[in-house]
């Protein structure tokens, strides 16, 4: 069992719709989580970081996070074309390591 | 400005070169880390660094080598590169709450 699972997609919505992104972890040490977006042939960027149960919104971005569950969730409202992208989760573990999904790749069509 | 600077950006070797990538960062963050990236695998921690003279294994630290004699400078070393080893590579700076990662190294190994 992979410790990160995404969707890999693609997933696709129109523009001004929400995209819903999903993650689920194996750890139960993970203190904190985090969402990156990585544009095609660059770096990944973060975007969200989130570490107590329940949503925290940033602009256009919610993430939502349920620890019983080992699950989190980023949400993007208002989906503009620019937002298409590759969108990756990560936990730090117990160990102050790092593991990220391999990501799910986002496409917004005007 | 916040930034993680590696160096170099392309470079294409021969099995069996020893060769070093540079990175160095300019936020005094303690923590630090080195990813590679390949496709359908997302991103994988080779090894991180909580302070100086400090550095642990990640994901995939086999075949590499790291060291942290400053706080700014981490270095990841192929001693005996192989083919397996072409990748594209991140180095990381990490706050708590931020993670910046540099522009990356594409590395090929004929």
């Known amino acids: 069992q992979k410790e990160v699972e995404q969707n890999s997609g693609p997933l696709s919505v129109p523009e001004g719709a929400i995209a819903s992104l999903n993650c689920t972890y194996s750890?139960?040490?993970?203190?904190?989580f985090f969402w990156y977006r990585q544009y095609s042939g660059k770096s990944p960027e973060l975007i969200m970081f989130i570490y107590s149960n329940g949503d925290k919104e940033d602009g256009r971005f919610t993430a939502q996070l349920n620890k019983a569950s080992q699950y989190v969730s980023l949400l993007i409202r208002d989906s503009q074309p620019s937002d298409s992208a590759t969108y990756l989760c990560?936990?730090?573990?117990?160990?102050?390591?790092?593991?990220f999904g391999a990501g799910t790749r986002l496409t917004v069509k005007p | 400005e916040a930034q993680v600077t590696q160096n170099p950006r392309y470079l294409i070797t021969v099995t069996g070169k020893k060769l070093t990538v540079t990175c160095s960062q300019n936020?005094?963050?303690?923590?630090m880390s080195w990813y590679r990236q390949d496709p359908g695998l997302g991103l994988r921690q080779i090894y991180y660094s909580m302070n100086v003279e400090v550095t642990d294994k990640g994901d995939v630290p086999e075949g590499y080598k790291v060291s942290r004699k400053e706080k700014r400078n981490f270095p990841l070393i192929l001693e005996s590169p192989s083919p397996n080893q072409t990748s594209l590579y991140f180095c990381?700076?990490?706050?708590?709450?931020?993670?910046?990662f540099g522009p990356g190294t594409r590395l090929t190994v004929l």
């Open positions: 990560a936990f730090r573990g117990g160990n102050n390591d790092m593991r």
């Open positions: 936020m005094n963050h303690e923590y």
């Open positions: 750890d139960r040490g993970s203190q904190s």
């Open positions: 990381a700076s990490s706050g708590w709450r931020e993670q910046f």
